[in-house]
Structures are given as structure tokens and as C-alpha cells.
């Protein structure tokens, strides 16, 4: 069928009603995929005391990766980083030592873009506050040799979730593909 060089669509169809070729030019663009919208329950948040707070950072500590040793200058820094992980965490819930069937929601900061768990860290040598996920902060605390490998071969933005929920910040829901 005849094109103009000229026009974007057929001229015969713009004179006569041919709506096929314009139809086929117009290109509809998709809509982006919907995500799922969080099932965390605000009204559920329970925030932990300092001291109960305090005692899981205890019992943390001891499944820390000794990677952590190398990023972390001294155990109070990865000690306030484990406390600040936890006062976003509901007292009766825990994401990396409670039970991995179970989604224990993030309550601390979200991204404005795509709701994503995120905490705001001074990283060792920098000044500067910066912004990081906290299931990738969990990650490379807690993560053996193997599944930290593969999940640093993933694009640098939060992890993707296996239960669905971006605001999931249990350690055994994190998505190793």
C-alpha cells in the first residue's frame, strides 16, 4: 500500500476512513506492570524498648558475617546499624533469626519512587549520610559466602523479594535471581 514520505500515516486512510494503517502506526504503550500494594498494617507497629532492642543486637552479632569486620571499623558501628534496623521492626518480629514463613514488615523510611525499606547510614570513611536498602544491608551481614556472591551480581537497588512485598525485610524472602 501507498506511503507518503510526508505523512505519518497512510493518505488514503486519512481520505477515506482506512483506519488499519493508522491504527498500525499508532503504537499503544504499555501500561508499566502494577505492584502489588504492601500488606503492612501501620496500625500493627509495636516499637521495641531500647533494652529489648539491645539483647536481639546481642544475639545478631554473634551470625554476623566477619566480612562485616572489614567494612565495619568497630562493632559499635555494626551494633547501631543492627539497632537502627530494629527500631523499624515490630517487637514481636524478627527478620533475620524468627521464622522464615512469616513477612516481618519494615516501618522506618521508605523511597519515594517504588516503596522500598531503606536506612540512612554513615558509611566508614565517608561523612556524608547515604541512603541503602535494608534488605541489602541484612544481606551482607548476615548472607554465607555463597548467596552474598550471587546477590552481588544483581543490579545495585534494593533486592527483590520471593514473598512480593518490597516493605518484607525478612532475610529468607530475599530473591537470589
Known sequence: MFQCRMCAENPFGALFGDKSDGDRNRRRTPKPARK??????????????HAEAKYLVQRWVQFAHPRTNEFFTSPQM??????????????????????????????????????????KMTKPGESDESVT?????????????????????????????????????????????
Open 36 to 49: 502489588p500494594p504492601s500488606r503492612r498494617n501501620e496500625s500493627e507497629f509495636e516499637p521495641r524498648s
Open 78 to 119: 555494626l551494633e547501631d546499624v543492627l539497632m537502627q534496623v530494629l527500631q523499624g521492626v515490630n517487637k514481636n518480629q524478627d527478620p533475620v533469626l524468627g521464622d522464615n514463613k512469616e513477612c516481618v514488615y519494615w516501618y522506618g523510611d521508605v523511597t519515594s519512587d517504588e516503596p522500598q525499606a531503606m536506612l
Open 133 to 177: 536498602y535494608v534488605n541489602r544491608v541484612l544481606a551482607f551481614i548476615f548472607a554465607s559466602d555463597e548467596s552474598f556472591e550471587a546477590l552481588m551480581r544483581l543490579p545495585k537497588q534494593a533486592f527483590r523479594m520471593t514473598c512480593g512485598d518490597q516493605l518484607c525485610i525478612t532475610l529468607g524472602h530475599v530473591s537470589l535471581a
